[in-house]
C-alpha cells in the first residue's frame, strides 16, 4: 500500500508555529482570561521544561516512549518527558514551572503528526488503529491533551490568582452531543436474510422474504423514523447523504439509493430541523474533482453542505486536510478510529487539524467522532455483548463532559431496524438516555460552527 502514498512535502514547524498552534486551542476550550506569558525562557511567567530535541525537524511518525506520570489520580503518557525527576507542576511567587513539554506532546498529538508521517495504511487506505501511540500506549479512551491543558490551567489559575472556567454551550450546559447518521443504504435490509434463507434451502422463508420485499417498503427506508426518535429524545439529526450510488473501483459500495430520488420526499424530516450534509463517496478524500462533484449533488439542493464526512471514514492524512480547505467545507466529522471508540487526536473539543504541506493549521473545523455504531459490534471492530456497550463507553462520556467537549455519535439508519439487537435501537436509546441524564446540550454542525467562531473571537 505504501507505494501509493502521497510524499511527504512538509514545510518547517518552528517553536513559535507549535506554541501558537497549541495555545489557540487552549484558549478556545477555556473561558477568556489575562494575558499570561507561556514559554521555555526565564522570563515567561508559565515556563515549560523543553522536551523535543529536533524532533519536530525529522520525519519520524513517532516520538520516544512517553513517561507516565500521575495527574489528579490519572496516570497519564508524557510524550517528550526528558526531566522525569522535575515535579510535573512547581508553584512559586508569581511564576509556575512545568516539568514537562506539554505544548511539544500536545502539538504532536493534536495536529495528527503520527498519520502524516506514517506509511502505513489499512486495506481502506485509513491509518490503522493498531499504528497508533494510542493504541500502543493503551490511551485511546482518555483526551491525553484535555489533561496537558488542565496543568496549563492549574499554572495560569495560579499566576493570575483567577479561576478559569472551561466554555459553556448552548444553554450552559457543561458539554454537548451531535447525533449523526450516515446514509449508506434505504433499500437493502431484506437482503441478509434472504440470503440467509437461501443458504439453508429454506425456500418457504426466502419466498415470504422476497414477497414483502416487492410489496413492503424496506426496513432500512426509515429516515422519518430515524428523525423522529431522535427528536423524541430531545435532539436533532444530522444525515450524511451519499450522492454516489455506483460502486467504487475496487468493488467497495457506495450508496444503494439515488440522491436526487430520495432528496425530493425529505421535506418533512427537513421541517423537522434535520441537517444535511456531504458523506463523501469512496475516492473523493484523495479526489478535488470527485470531491467536488459530489458536493455539488448535495449543495444543488439548498443551503446545506457546509460539513462532510467521508464513506468508510476515508482519510488521507497527507492530503485530505487540503482538501477539505480546498473545497471550503467548514467542518469535517470524519476523524475517529473505526477500530475503536475514543479520541484519535486525543482531544474531546472541535479544532483545527494541521496542515502539514503549509506548515499551519487548517481552516475547517474538525468535529471528532468519538462512537460509531459499527465499532461496537462487528467481525473487524470490537464485538461487545448489547449490556456491555453503555458500560464500555461510560468512562469515554465522563471524560467529555469533564473537559466540556463534544461527544459525536455515528449511528447508521439501518441500525434503527428492532431486527438488529446488537449495536441497534436499543443501544442508541440507552446512549441518549445517558447524555440526556447528563444534561448534554444537543447541537448540530452549524452550532457547533457558530460556538467555536465566538470563542476564536473572544
Ligand atoms: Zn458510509
Given at each position: 500500500m505504501s507505494a501509493a502514498l502521497p510524499p511527504l512535502n512538509p514545510a518547517p514547524v518552528s517553536t513559535e508555529t507549535r506554541l501558537a498552534y497549541v495555545l489557540r486551542h487552549f484558549q478556545q476550550a477555556y473561558e477568556p482570561m489575562v494575558t499570561v506569558s507561556i514559554g521555555y525562557e526565564e522570563t515567561n511567567a508559565i515556563q515549560l521544561m523543553r522536551g523535543d530535541r529536533g524532533f519536530f525537524e525529522g520525519q519520524n511518525p513517532y516520538p520516544p516512549t512517553p513517561t507516565r506520570r500521575e495527574w489528579r489520580h490519572q496516570m497519564l503518557p508524557f510524550f517528550f518527558d526528558c526531566f522525569p525527576e522535575e515535579p510535573l507542576l512547581t508553584l512559586k511567587s508569581g511564576k509556575a514551572l512545568i516539568g514537562v513539554d506539554l505544548i511539544s506532546a500536545a502539538f504532536y498529538l493534536l495536529s495528527g503528526w503520527q498519520e502524516y508521517f506514517s506509511d502505513e495504511r489499512d486495506q481502506h487506505g485509513r491509518f490503522p488503529f493498531s499504528a497508533s501511540v494510542q493504541y500502543r500506549y493503551g490511551f485511546v479512551d482518555t483526551p491525553v491533551v484535555n489533561y496537558y491543558f488542565d496543568i496549563l490551567k492549574t499554572a495560569i489559575e495560579h499566576v493570575t490568582g483567577q479561576p478559569l472556567q472551561t466554555r459553556r454551550w448552548a444553554g450552559g450546559?457543561?458539554?454537548?452531543?451531535?447525533?449523526?447518521?450516515?446514509?449508506?443504504?434505504?433499500?437493502?435490509?431484506?437482503?441478509?436474510?434472504?440470503?440467509?434463507?437461501?443458504?439453508?434451502?429454506?425456500?418457504?422463508?426466502?419466498?415470504?422474504?422476497?414477497?414483502?420485499?416487492?410489496?413492503?417498503?424496506?426496513?432500512?427506508?426509515?429516515?422519518?423514523?430515524?428523525?423522529?426518535?431522535?427528536?423524541?429524545?430531545?435532539?436533532?439529526?444530522?444525515?450524511?447523504?451519499?450522492?454516489?450510488?455506483?460502486?467504487?473501483?475496487?468493488?467497495?459500495?457506495?450508496?444503494?439509493?439515488?440522491?436526487?430520488?430520495?432528496?425530493?420526499?425529505?421535506?418533512?424530516?427537513?421541517?423537522?430541523?434535520?441537517?444535511?450534509?456531504?458523506?463523501?463517496?469512496?475516492?473523493?478524500?484523495?479526489?478535488?474533482?470527485?470531491?467536488?462533484?459530489?458536493?455539488?449533488?448535495?449543495?444543488?439542493?439548498?443551503?446545506?453542505?457546509?460539513?462532510?464526512?467521508?464513506?468508510?471514514?476515508?482519510?488521507?492524512?497527507?492530503?485530505?486536510?487540503?482538501?477539505?480547505?480546498?473545497?471550503?467545507?467548514?467542518?469535517?466529522?470524519?476523524?475517529?478510529?473505526?477500530?475503536?471508540?475514543?479520541?484519535?487526536?486525543?482531544?474531546?473539543?472541535?479544532?483545527?487539524?494541521?496542515?502539514?504541506?503549509?506548515?499551519?493549521?487548517?481552516?475547517?473545523?474538525?468535529?471528532?467522532?468519538?462512537?460509531?455504531d459499527a465499532t461496537l459490534h462487528h467481525p473487524n471492530y470490537l464485538q461487545l455483548a448489547p449490556e456491555e456497550i453503555l458500560p464500555a463507553l461510560t468512562p469515554m462520556l465522563q471524560e467529555i463532559e469533564r473537559f466540556g467537549g463534544v461527544c459525536t455519535v455515528l449511528w447508521h439508519n439501518e441500525n434503527f431496524d428492532p431486527a438488529n439487537k446488537h449495536n441497534g435501537p436499543r443501544q442508541f436509546h440507552e446512549l441518549m438516555e445517558y447524555l440526556r441524564s447528563h444534561n448534554a446540550a444537543y447541537v448540530n454542525g452549524s452550532e457547533i460552527l457558530t460556538a467555536i467562531h465566538a470563542r476564536q473571537n473572544s
Open positions: 450546559a457543561a458539554w454537548a452531543a451531535f447525533i449523526t447518521h450516515d446514509i449508506d443504504n434505504l433499500y437493502s435490509a431484506w437482503k441478509a436474510p434472504a440470503k440467509a434463507a437461501l443458504r439453508r434451502f429454506d425456500l418457504l422463508s426466502f419466498g415470504r422474504k422476497m414477497w414483502r420485499h416487492f410489496t413492503r417498503p424496506d426496513a432500512w427506508d426509515n429516515l422519518a423514523h430515524v428523525q423522529q426518535t431522535v427528536s423524541a429524545h430531545g435532539a436533532k439529526s444530522t444525515f450524511f447523504f451519499l450522492p454516489e450510488h455506483r460502486k467504487a473501483a475496487n468493488g467497495t459500495p457506495n450508496a444503494d439509493y439515488r440522491y436526487h430520488q430520495v432528496r425530493s420526499l425529505l421535506n418533512n424530516v427537513l421541517q423537522a430541523g434535520t441537517s444535511i450534509e456531504l458523506h463523501g463517496s469512496i475516492g473523493t478524500s484523495t479526489n478535488a474533482n470527485k470531491l467536488h462533484y459530489d458536493a455539488e449533488q448535495i449543495c444543488h439542493f439548498g443551503p446545506t453542505g457546509q460539513g462532510l464526512r467521508f464513506h468508510y471514514l476515508s482519510w488521507e492524512p497527507r492530503t485530505t486536510p487540503a482538501l477539505v480547505d480546498e473545497l471550503l467545507f467548514a467542518f469535517d466529522t470524519t476523524l475517529g478510529f473505526a477500530e475503536h471508540f475514543g479520541f484519535r487526536n486525543s482531544y474531546c473539543l472541535p479544532f483545527q487539524p494541521f496542515n502539514f504541506a503549509l506548515g499551519k493549521a487548517a481552516d475547517f473545523l474538525e468535529i471528532p467522532l468519538n462512537v460509531m
